[in-house]
Each structure stands twice: as structure tokens, then as C-alpha cells.
């Protein structure tokens, strides 16, 4: 192993300024395929829930609606 000094050689500085960049754009890319994918399912939740709103107001507002006539009477 090499013993580090304060002066390291232009080479090696160069290197891992290069390294560094690469990593940087790699996490970049990685979070921008992520954000897409989550908008993706956002809107597939967002259209099942209407979905399902509707059907449950149409189905048990009569019922409801009845039950509570009862029992106030």
C-alpha cells in the first residue's frame, strides 16, 4: 500500500476528480429513472380510488341513509 502524503502526484488528483464525477452522474441518472417510475404509479392509484369512491357512495349511501331514518324515529 501506498503511504500518503499531503503532496500527491497531478495524476493521482486527477483521477479520482474523474471518479468522482462519474459516481455523481451515475446517481444522477439512477434518481431521475426513479421519479419517473414513481409518478407512473401515483396516477394508477389516484384512478382506482375514484373508481372505488363512486361504487361505495352509490352502493351503501341508501343504506345509510335508511338506517340512520330508524333509528332517529
Known amino acids: 500500500m501506498k503511504k500518503w502524503s499531503a ?3 497531478r495524476s493521482d488528483r486527477e483521477e479520482k476528480e ?3 464525477e462519474e459516481k455523481e452522474e451515475k446517481k444522477k441518472k439512477k434518481k431521475k429513472k426513479k421519479k419517473k417510475k414513481k409518478k407512473k404509479k401515483k396516477k394508477k392509484k389516484k ?3 375514484k373508481k372505488k369512491k363512486k361504487k ?3 352502493d351503501i ?6 338506517s340512520d331514518h330508524l333509528h332517529q324515529r
Not at 61 to 66: A, D, F, S, V
Open 7 to 9: 503532496h500527491r502526484p
Open 18 to 20: 474523474e471518479e468522482k
Open 47 to 49: 384512478k382506482k380510488k
Open 56 to 58: 361505495k357512495n352509490d
Open 61 to 66: 349511501k341508501g343504506l345509510i341513509m335508511g
